[in-house]
């Protein structure tokens, strides 16, 4: 965990003011690695930044100082250079050789493979790689019937194959489907262009639906074979070819971390190929993912052909259509011919009322006719509607407002049957209606809203509100009790 919340200074060149002349640079260095070449000299890279017509003009100090800040940022590792001192003054005067890191080489290949992609995935979905694997399996399978008494390195070279065929595997396909979903790949799907290349794009994709099926069925058998309880003794050989590599590190230390790491490694290629008991495997979302490609593909050949067909001329059809018509005997028989050809011309739609009878052997001729108005499809269209006279309901409002008003006072002199000298105080009240306690939480409610706790009611009193927070009562009404502070209401105005 120390390792990933670290900041990675190595980076720091890609993005300085001057990271043209750092990635240069270390360009430069990254190439004489490969070539087996690791210490450099400053001579030697200022030659080479010369012969660039970017760099006619770049001067050695410019040069040293670049170099000790990539030394700063462990992009470079420094050597005196002890030798060729032919006077005592070059001998005291420090001159260095330079080595890239091993950080610095793993971005530079980062960074040329990221070049070469560009701005959109690659990939591939190659059939060979799933027989290779198979093939692998098949022979690591057999060398575990046997006693593991080989050199580790013999096991080490077929779990290396193993996982080299699977991360190909793994890596390509998704790519290659990241590549088909792509914005840019979908809209040149859509032109016509596409037409040249779809035979060749579902022949591809349609071989590798084949192939897979042939041999996942098989890998998918062994792997279920091979858990980590058979691997076991194989984990310990590849732990033993470990430490068979000469490393200043503690190797006892990490033992342990090399088993774990050989055992997640096998049991990603078995969820990869197997999935889990809460998730599919990635295998098929690979197969659902090719077989929606081609549908898709599919989708997009129709579409460009209906646009082709949207504006192709129909004149040699209806010339065709018109020598039909023309070879008709009889009216009739050119009537019989336009019926299958054009359809029938009067009428457009026919509406039928659905679940009419039980019976499913009945015919349609055998139901009774109904009537059925038509509306014009239109956003104007409004039904007629014819003017009627105007009806006066004077006297049920009035019965509706003696009513209301009638409900308002039986509510009211409710209320006032638990006031007291003005007053209602809840921990006096007894058993009180649901409306009541209702009411009552209602007005402590708006004071407390209210800055002098005090509000207007619907019976023309107002009401103030003092709660005592210290003294905790319970409120019987006739549908259950409320545990509550005491309040105490205080009433003024109206008729009480």
């Given amino acids: 965990m120390d390792q990933i919340m670290k900041k990675v200074v190595e980076a720091s060149y890609l993005t300085a003011d001057s990271a043209a002349q750092y990635r240069v640079i270390l360009r430069f260095f990254y190439r004489q690695h490969e070539r ?56 005291k005067k420090k001159r260095f050789r330079y080595q890239c890191t091993p950080y610095t080489v793993e971005i530079e290949r980062m960074l040329i493979q990221l070049e070469k992609l560009g701005d959109q995935f690659q990939g591939s979905l190659e059939r060979s790689q799933f027989d290779r694997l198979l093939a692998s399996l098949a022979k690591l399978e057999e060398e575990l019937k046997q006693p593991l008494d080989k050199p580790a390195a013999h096991y080490m070279h077929i779990w290396d194959d193993i996982f080299h065929f699977f991360g ?80 200043l590190e503690d190797t ?16 990603s290629l078995r969820r990869w190929f197997l999935g889990t008991s809460s998730s599919q495997s990635e295998l098929e979302m690979l197969q659902m993912q090719t077989n929606e ?7 997009y050949v129709q579409r460009i052909s209906e646009r082709q067909q949207h504006f192709r001329s129909r004149k040699k059809d209806y010339l065709h259509l018109s020598k039909w ?46 009537m059925r108005e038509i509306k014009p499809r239109t956003n104007r269209y409004r039904e007629k509607t014819k003017p009627g006279a105007f009806r006066s309901n004077h006297e049920q409002k009035e019965k509706q407002r003696l009513a209301y008003l009638k409900e308002r006072e039986q509510e009211k002199q409710l209320i006032e049957k638990y006031m007291k000298n003005g007053e209602i105080r809840l921990a006096e009240i007894g058993i009180v209606e649901p409306f009541v306690r209702k009411v009552l939480l209602g007005w402590i409610g708006k004071s407390m809203a209210a800055k002098n706790h005090e509000v207007k009611t619907d019976y023309g009193m107002s009401v103030k509100v003092v709660i ?9 009404a006739e549908d259950g009790k409320l545990i509550m502070p005491d309040a105490v209401f205080e009433l003024s105005g109206g008729e009480r």
């Fill in 36 to 91: 087996m070449r690791d210490f450099i000299s400053p001579e030697e890279v200022l030659e080479y930044l010369r012969s660039l017509p970017a760099f006619h003009d770049y001067e050695e100090e410019q040069l040293h100082q670049q170099l000790a800040q990539l030394v700063k940022w462990n992009n470079l590792v420094a050597r005196q250079d002890m030798t060729n001192a032919k006077t005592i003054e070059e001998y």
């Fill in 325 to 370: 018509f023309a070879g008709c005997h009889s009216l009739e028989e050119a009537h019989q011919l336009s019926s299958v050809v054009f359809g029938t011309m009067t009428v457009r739609h026919l509406h039928l009322e659905e679940a009419t009878t039980d019976n499913l052997h009945a015919e349609t001729w055998e139901e009774q006719p109904e």
């Fill in 468 to 476: 005592d927070p210290d003294r905790i009562i319970t409120l019987d």
């Fill in 293 to 299: 490609m081609i549908r898709r593909m599919a989708r």
């Fill in 252 to 267: 006892a230390a990490s033992a342990q971390e090399w088993l774990e790491e050989f055992r997640e490694y096998w049991e």
């Fill in 168 to 247: 190909t595997i793994r890596t390509n396909t998704a790519d290659y489907i990241a590549y088909i979903n792509s914005e840019k790949t979908s809209q040149r799907m859509q032109t016509e262009a596409f037409l040249v290349y779809k035979n060749q794009f579902t022949a591809y994709l349609r071989d590798f639906i084949v192939s897979l099926q042939k041999t996942s069925l098989q890998i998918r058998e062994r792997l279920r074979e091979l858990d980590t309880h058979i691997l076991a003794p194989l984990f310990e050989k590849l732990v033993e070819h470990r430490r068979q590599i000469p490393r």
